[in-house]
């Protein structure tokens, strides 16, 4: 497989870090097709530990400057792992409902945000930020790979899926108070 630069139209994505790929190594290990590194990584503490899972799990590790140059415009990027998309559904617990999200650094903030706060499903209503996008991963510092998450057409169709739940909205110039 030719490794190219994202588009969401992909079956697949990639992280963008040490740190981002070792939180997928640990939450998603069957999800992983392959890990690249740095020649020059091997001084960063987390390309052990990266190592470490890759072999436990029989990940491919690549040792490739080529690659990871291609995907990541940083220096200071010295691990990529490419992992399968995949679909989920959200669980019973409370949800975070965004809106036609548009902003790649705060979905990632957003989700990094949920997990502190203990919440773990984001529905999301399209149009809305591909969860997959590798600047969307680097943002959540892997957090997106610990939440379930779930698209939606529209509201109503996420009332539908979920009707019996507690709304609580905030949202900027809103109506009401």
């Known amino acids: 497989m030719k490794i190219k630069a994202y588009h969401k139209d992909f079956e697949y994505t990639y992280t963008l870090g ?10 998603k290990p069957n999800l992983v097709l392959r890990v690249y590194i740095k020649s020059n ?19 491919d590790l690549i ?6 140059s ?5 220096d200071n990027c010295f691990a990529v792992a490419i992992i399968k998309k995949y679909t989920m559904e959200l669980d019973d617990a409370n949800h975070v409902v965004l ?13 990094r945000t949920m997990l502190g706060f ?15 996008d590798p600047r969307v991963i680097r943002a959540s510092m892997g957090a997106l790979f ?25 949202m900027l110039k809103g109506a009401k108070n």
Do not use: H, W
């Open 18 to 27: 040490v740190f981002e790929t070792i939180e997928l190594l640990y939450s």
């Open 41 to 59: 990584s091997y001084q960063n503490k987390g390309i052990k530990i990266i190592s470490e899972i890759c072999r436990e799990n029989k990940i």
């Open 63 to 68: 040792e490739s400057d080529n690659t990871i």
């Open 70 to 74: 291609k995907l990541s415009k940083k």
């Open 99 to 111: 809106v036609n999200p548009g902003d790649m650094g705060n979905m990632g903030t957003i989700i």
């Open 118 to 132: 203990n919440y773990s499903n984001l529905a999301i209503i399209k149009p809305g930020v591909d969860v997959f």
């Open 146 to 170: 610990n939440i379930n998450f779930e698209y939606f057409d529209s509201f109503s169709e996420y009332l539908d899926k979920y009707p019996k739940r507690n709304i609580y909205s905030l």
